[in-house]
């Protein structure tokens, strides 16, 4: 039995009242405050953090800041793009006890930085419109570059590579409550942060992470909204998550209190792992580092949604002695709980349910933990889930040579799964490798299968044996406000919609390009008012705007044209105050397209591979649009394309030769490519796009110069070698500006969560 006991420390009133404090007026940068006070800023006024050290110092400690009703702290206007803020709104060092509430605080870097402050107070900050990345990925692919790399932050590099809201170092009974961030990468971060209470926050839709904690421990984080944390998500596309999580928990966070939190819709909705120096992976302090039992170990999970992520509801992995209690894991595209290389985790009392609808291979499900020892998943509810429980050992080669794997062991062996009930389970129970683990009293018979046990896993299968009797986790959450089922009408994870900036909140107007290859731009929209439409004020286009019809949220609108050209337009959807205005060129081709299976290897002999496009097996057709989508289909079976259902081509081996003339305005120009496996594309005889390789889903783009207006030939050539495959073509000038907007910054005050 794991019991926690939590000192709970009631917030004392201030001994200053706002009322009583005096007014110090904020119109430049490198202010100094001395003193309690209320902080007034002229209305607009934007004051950049030049020397990167602060806007606002705080230079003394014991201090009561509260900003006045109106005041926004802004480091950047709106003509600003996110990624390129930079500075910090308010800088706290080495000054203790420190209070300050209704900060409104936006355009930065950093809202508010905080470094060995003790007993620091912060209520009811606004510090949405933060530094965040400019998403590569698109509805049609993911994008590499968007990985987040948590796994170094000894030297700030969560601060520097990614900015946040809050952040907050080498201090010790914090407080942070009641604040809120929207439109940035990160909420909240804590690098050594220890005995602190963060309760009763709403960090929900960004791009990073809501609540990030690096080497912090014996903490309550409680009753805070960390919905869609997220990033790398495309519904029924792709789902990466990208290490994007709702709670982030790296290099050794211990002794934590997770409680009664909703992180819904994250890339994971908590995101654990024991560290690179924990694993020996980074160099150890100096003198004698044991690495036994090193992790994110102790910590408890109480009464929390970890729901509808891109990959997995929890993922804690290297890590010892955690409870996983009464806590929600539904609609988990991968799985609910991903616990690789866990040792005496106990997971009791959950409900799993339709988990791992987009896992990969045997990972899955409910439960999956690899190379695990001494687990205990006891009581738990599983329904229609890919698969129950997972346990599995297999050969992870140079891993076993870490210093954590030689002191801690990895094998999978002594594991327990007894008193579950499971309805509906493609498979309760899986064990496969050289593991061993004991099945007692479970509820196998509304599973559509109940055990698959390889040969060399040893299964003890004991129906007679009951579950002990745990008792629940002691806690007590602090905060009012009740996260879990708050947003019921999001429900699914169907509702992520990344833009260019993040996830859509569902309730700002969006628009965003989702495909604009060939002869249509189709645009998603959404938070539209009722009598919104389209208005084309520039250009010789068609409008065709369908709005929520498939019950997301998100409308399709569609600009095309009659026939070939080219078009710009310029297209102002709803009210011009919503900001949603959208400069493009769409290009409309007749595309002669020929499919063809080959022999010879492009790679080795393209003149041979070519000759192959003009052999009786080649089939031609006429295309408006060279957006390929093949997947690991045969280019006959992708209906779109009209190919004849008994022409030679299969899965693999195939290629794509396309060509067309196009009068081109003069100027510079952009082709852009989505590909799985080689391309080239050929302007007037030139190569200016070469990736002539197998390779995955990549974006290549390239540019070239058009002398004069004059009709262009263009040829785009593809080869498909084997498995997944995809050709996508575009082409627009090469000045155009992207098609989604920055949501608005803040208003003149904080909002409420919910």
Not at 240 to 266: M, W
């Amino acid at each position: 039995m794991m019991t926690t006991a939590l000192l709970l420390v009631a917030l004392a009133p201030a001994a200053t009242q706002p009322s009583d404090l005096p007014v110090v007026t904020v119109d430049r940068d490198d202010v100094v405050i001395r003193e309690s006070c209320r902080i007034a800023i002229p209305r607009g006024l934007v004051i950049a953090d030049v020397n990167g050290d602060g806007v606002i110092q705080v230079g003394a400690p014991n201090l009561t800041l509260v900003f006045e009703s109106g005041s926004v702290l802004r480091g950047a206007g709106p003509d600003v793009a996110p990624d390129t803020y930079d500075g910090i709104g308010m800088r706290i060092d080495g000054h203790a006890g420190v209070t300050v509430r209704d900060a409104v605080i936006t355009g930065f870097r950093c809202g508010l930085w905080a470094t060995r402050t003790d007993g620091l107070v912060l209520e009811h900050l606004n510090v949405s419109g933060i530094r965040r990345d400019r998403l590569r990925s698109t509805p049609l692919a993911e994008d590499a570059r968007d990985w987040l790399w948590p796994h170094a932050n000894d030297a700030n590099e969560w601060l520097e590579r990614y900015g946040a809201g809050i952040y907050i170092e080498d201090s010790r009974d914090v407080t942070v409550r009641l604040c809120k961030a929207r439109d940035a990468q990160n909420g909240l971060c804590l690098d050594r942060v220890e005995q602190s209470r963060i309760f009763d926050n709403d960090f929900s839709f960004l791009s990073g992470w809501g609540i990030a904690l690096w080497r912090s421990s014996r903490n309550i984080i409680s009753r805070n909204a960390v919905d869609f944390c997220v990033r790398g998500y495309s519904h029924e596309v792709y789902n990466r998550g990208q290490d994007s999580a709702g709670i982030l928990a790296f290099e050794q966070c211990s002794q934590n209190v997770f409680a009664e939190n909703s992180a819904t819709h994250g890339g994971d909705g908590f995101f654990g792992f024991a560290g690179k120096e924990a694993l020996g992976e980074a160099p150890a302090p100096a003198g004698d580092f044991d690495y036994r039992r090193r992790g994110c170990n102790d910590n408890v999970f109480v009464g929390n949604d970890f729901s509808s992520a891109a990959a997995h509801g929890l993922e804690l992995t290297f890590s010892f002695g955690n409870r996983i209690h009464n806590n929600t894991f539904r609609d988990n595209a991968i799985c609910g709980i991903w616990a690789g290389y866990s040792q005496d985790t106990t997971i009791d009392e959950n409900e799993f349910e339709l988990n791992g609808a987009a896992g990969y291979g045997f990972e899955r499900g409910g439960v999956n933990i690899e190379h695990g020892r001494g687990n205990r998943i006891i009581g738990n509810r599983f329904r229609n889930n890919a698969a129950g429980v997972h346990l599995w050992w297999d050969d992870d080669g140079a891993l076993f040579e870490r210093p954590w794997v030689k002191a801690n062991g990895a094998d999978s062996t002594d594991n327990l799964v007894v008193g579950n009930t499971f309805f509906g389970d493609m498979l309760a129970v899986q064990l496969r490798g050289p593991s061993d683990a004991t099945v007692g009293q479970n509820d196998l018979e509304r599973a559509l299968a109940r055990i698959d046990a390889r040969d060399d896993a040893r299964l003890t299968h004991d129906p007679n044996l009951p579950p002990p009797n745990l008792e629940p986790p002691a806690f007590q959450a602090l905060g009012q406000r009740r996260p879990v089922g708050a947003r019921p009408e999001l429900k699914g994870r169907d509702k992520i919609v990344m833009t260019e900036w993040g996830p859509w909140d569902h309730v700002s107007p969006m628009m965003r390009l989702r495909d604009r290859s060939g002869g249509v731009h189709t645009y998603d929209v959404g938070g539209l008012p009722p009598d919104s439409s389209p208005r084309i004020v520039r250009g010789n286009v068609s409008t065709a705007l369908t709005v929520n019809r498939d019950g997301s949220g998100v409308g399709t609108l569609v600009i095309s044209a009659h026939r070939p050209g080219v078009y710009p337009y310029t297209l102002v959807l709803g009210d011009p105050s919503l900001g949603l205005r959208q400069e493009s060129t769409l290009v409309v081709a007749d595309w002669d397209v020929t499919v063809f299976p080959w022999q010879n290897d492009p790679r080795e002999d393209v003149m041979a591979w070519r000759r192959e496009a003009k052999s009786p097996q080649a089939v031609t057709i006429k295309q408006r649009s060279l957006v390929f989508p093949f997947a690991y289909r045969r280019p006959q079976d992708v209906t779109e394309l009209g190919l004849p259902a008994d022409m030679a081509t299969q899965r693999d081996r195939f290629g794509v030769w396309a060509r067309t003339t196009r009068t081109l305005p003069k100027g510079r120009w952009k082709v852009s490519t989505l590909s799985d496996d080689g391309v080239r594309v050929i302007v007037d005889g030139k190569p200016v796009l070469d990736n002539w390789t197998q390779h995955g889903t990549t974006v290549d783009e390239a540019y070239f110069e058009q002398p004069s207006t004059k009709p262009t030939a263009i040829v785009v050539e593809y080869f498909e070698l084997d498995g997944h495959a995809i050709l996508v073509f575009d082409l627009s000038p090469a000045d155009e500006v992207p098609a989604t907007q920055p949501a608005t910054q803040p208003a003149n005050g904080p909002g409420e969560s919910h």
